[in-house]
């Protein structure tokens, strides 16, 4: 498994397109960002003390979640190119297991995943550092690689079920263009949830990597938001929270982390289950 | 007699089209074995059952004693195979390539290294080995298919038509390397093509057609049973009437081309008998032997003609 994964992940690095497109969702949200959305969420936040780093942060959680789903996406590639070219009878013709096959994607998809979105943090890091931000503390660093690990694989698994639903080149290159540019809007990244409509908000709500991005968001944003509004209501604080997707209201309850983290692991494993079980049926 | 691959009366369909329809034929180990066909023969998806991709609808294969179906992963160790597509990656060397094939079969890493090293040098990749697969030419890439089919050192090696597509030289080097194969580690071959020539060098041959073996034999066999002699005699100027009367008394169809009589003929012992009667009249002659052309145009034209 982990030398079909190996051979899955050096394939990946191996395409610099590959990798260069499978960061495109996330460079497209960042120069949207800069370039046109940024100025008009900073005035829409009032005269909040501290909000330039505070909106920076929010859509910087944001994209290390959409990240976690693009590159995996990316790394998935390899399934279909397998499939095209007939690359599968090689290993099925092998004493392998198809266990070992579709873990080996499984693997390279987390490892390629991991690695990207944790660069992606790292890159972040030092846009929001320059920008006059704070160094995150070791704790705080800690809960982001936690969380990217479950948002990756729970990514990984979505994805990976529906590259067993591709056959081809062109629909599997279709599908990670339309991933990769409608996932800043079905994450709600690009724009804060309150301002969106309650049917969207509910598609955004459902997808598992908006959960990941509010976890990031209140584990990144926890220090900016404290000083923000120190001296104010806590009602304030809460409304401002769900208004930014900072947390989720499902009726009269806000989610927990806990339910957060459940979600995440929760589609890993059906995700994953399908997946596998889609790929593992022999061909007859 | 030691029989290395037994298919009895083997089926596939793919939905309404019978691929395969009641294959029997068996191996004999260590021969070089030729499986002849026009495209869409059934070949491939018998190499494909065999190899253990496709699953059969019917029937049984015993594969150097293990039951297909049933055995699946001991009959996968004991096999190699190289497609008809190219199945390396292309932006992994040839090296990365057969290192990550070899993992498959042994977590050992000296069996491995020297698994690795042993194939370099019978397939003679050593050129390119640390070349991208996806920048090699199409012989260099074969040469590395079948080192990749060696890698396990298999008891049978299979070969979907190893060499279409590829130049008349290559194809000669790597159809001598697989010979070469065949004989110095006493390897079972076991390959597809429609090229003639390469079916009249196998030990023995099997004929497929729609599904079905349509015939074999060795080659010699075959030729014999298959395929006409042609005599050509060109007669003195003066005894051309003689050859003519000659061959009307022995009601022999004849064609002639600038003095050269083509005489189509059964056997070889009737080409003598010919041969010495007109021995007297004969300014020169040739005999040509039938060839796997003749063969297989007249199973395969047959059943064509037949079937229209």
């Known amino acids: 498994m982990i030398n079909l994964g190996m051979r899955n992940f050096r394939l990946y690095v191996r395409e610099k397109g590959a990798v260069f497109f499978s960061m495109l969702g996330v460079f497209i949200i960042i120069g949207l960002y800069i370039l046109f959305l940024g100025d008009g969420m900073k005035e829409g936040a009032g005269d909040?003390?501290?909000?330039?780093?505070?909106?920076?942060?929010?859509?910087?959680?944001?994209?290390?979640?959409?990240?976690?789903?693009t590159t995996s996406m990316g790394a998935c590639g390899v399934i279909i190119e397998d499939r095209v070219k007939k690359r599968y009878k090689d290993f099925m013709s092998a004493p392998l297991r198809r266990s070992q096959i579709v873990g080996g994607y499984v693997y390279s998809a987390c490892l390629v995943g991991g690695l990207m979105c944790t660069l992606t943090f790292i890159a972040v890091e030092i846009y929001l550092v320059v920008n006059g931000g704070a160094l995150p503390s070791v704790l705080t660093v800690a809960k982001v690689l936690g969380?990217?690990?479950l948002a990756v694989t729970s990514s990984a698994s979505i994805v990976l079920f529906i590259s067993s639903l591709l056959k081809t080149n062109g629909a599997f290159n279709n599908v990670?263009?339309?991933?990769?540019?409608?996932?800043?809007?079905?994450t709600g990244i690009y724009l804060p949830i309150g301002s969106l409509g309650e049917g969207v908000q509910w598609i955004i709500k459902c997808f598992p990597v908006s959960h990941a991005g509010a976890l990031l968001r209140q584990v990144l944003m926890e220090d900016q938001l404290n000083k923000a509004f120190t001296g104010m209501p806590v009602e304030a604080v809460d409304q401002f929270k769900?208004?930014?997707?900072?947390?989720?209201?499902?009726?009269?309850?806000?989610?927990?982390?806990?339910i957060h983290v459940v979600v995440l692991i929760l589609t890993t494993v059906i995700f994953l289950t399908m997946g596998v079980l889609n790929m593992s049926r022999k061909e007859k | 007699m030691d029989k290395i691959i037994e298919v009895k009366n083997l089926h596939k369909h793919y939905g309404a089209v019978k691929a395969v329809r009641g294959m029997d034929f068996y191996v004999e180990r260590g021969k070089l074995f030729a499986f002849l066909g026009p495209n869409g023969a059934?070949?491939?998806?018998?190499i494909d059952m065999i190899c253990t991709l496709l699953k059969?609808?019917?029937?049984?294969?015993?594969?150097?004693?293990?039951?297909?179906g049933q055995e699946d992963d001991r009959i996968r160790a004991v096999i190699g195979a190289v497609f008809q597509e190219s199945i390396l990656d292309d932006r992994l060397s040839v090296r990365e390539n057969l290192m990550v094939r070899a993992r498959f079969y042994s977590k050992d890493h000296r069996g491995i290294r020297a698994a690795i090293e042993k194939v370099i040098k019978v397939a003679e990749l050593t050129e390119f080995i640390d070349r991208p697969y996806g920048k090699l030419s199409g012989g260099q890439r074969r040469r590395a298919d079948i080192a990749r089919a060696l890698i396990n050192t298999p008891k049978i090696l299979f070969l979907d038509e190893p060499t279409t597509g590829l130049d008349p030289q290559t194809r000669k080097s790597v159809w001598d390397m697989i010979a070469r194969l065949q004989k110095e580690m006493k390897m079972t071959v076991f390959l597809t093509t429609h090229y003639m020539e390469e079916a009249a060098k196998a030990d023995y041959v099997i004929i497929v057609d729609h599904g079905q073996v349509a015939t074999k034999g060795t080659p010699y066999e075959l030729r014999e049973a298959y395929s006409t002699d042609l005599i050509k005699i060109k007669p003195m100027e003066t005894m051309r009437g003689r050859l003519i009367e000659y061959l009307g008394e022995q009601g022999l169809e004849s064609v002639e081309r600038e003095r050269v009589f083509q005489i189509a003929i059964r056997s070889s012992q009737r080409a003598i008998e010919l041969l010495m009667a007109s021995r007297e009249w004969i300014e020169s002659f040739e005999v040509i032997h039938g060839t796997m052309d003749d063969v297989f145009l007249n199973i395969i034209g047959k059943e064509q003609k037949e079937n229209d």
Do not use: H, N
């Open chain 1, 147 to 149: 969380i990217i690990a």
């Open chain 1, 242 to 258: 769900e208004e930014m997707g900072i947390v989720f209201r499902f009726g009269d309850t806000t989610a927990e982390p806990e």
């Open chain 2, 56 to 68: 059969p609808d019917e029937g049984e294969v015993i594969i150097d004693g293990f039951y297909l």
């Open chain 2, 42 to 46: 059934g070949k491939s998806t018998t």
């Open chain 1, 176 to 186: 990670s263009i339309l991933l990769g540019t409608l996932i800043g809007f079905i």
């Open chain 1, 48 to 69: 909040l003390p501290g909000k330039e780093g505070l909106i920076d942060t929010w859509v910087m959680a944001g994209v290390i979640a959409v990240s976690s789903i």
